[in-house]
């Protein structure tokens, strides 16, 4: 599992909602480069908007594993717990 989060020039989070949190079997750097990639294409997905935001802001990003090697079905519920609390 990993997050993506935003921050503005004083370190403080600064989009809404502050953390993405997401699974991938593929590794975490081509699922943020398809996320980019979707954004850039004009998703609407609230996701995909924040990073839009987050560009023309100007605004730092950081990218942290928070679990590896959970079986599927403790990935999910990490994650959607993760949400839950964190988003």
């Known amino acids: 599992m990993y997050v993506h989060e935003f921050f503005d020039a004083n370190g403080n989070s600064a989009v809404s909602p502050p953390r993405y949190y997401g699974i991938t079997k593929r590794g975490w750097r081509?699922?943020?480069?398809?996320?980019?990639f979707a954004a850039n294409r004009g998703s609407r997905y609230r996701?995909?908007?924040?990073?839009?935001?987050?560009?023309?802001?100007?605004?730092?990003?950081?990218?942290?594993?928070?679990?590896?090697?959970?079986?599927?079905d403790a990935a999910m519920q990490l994650e959607e717990e993760s949400v839950a609390q964190f988003s």
């Open 30 to 36: 081509k699922r943020w480069a398809e996320h980019c």
């Open 47 to 72: 996701f995909h908007s924040a990073i839009r935001d987050a560009t023309e802001r100007g605004l730092s990003s950081i990218h942290a594993i928070e679990a590896c090697c959970l079986g599927e």
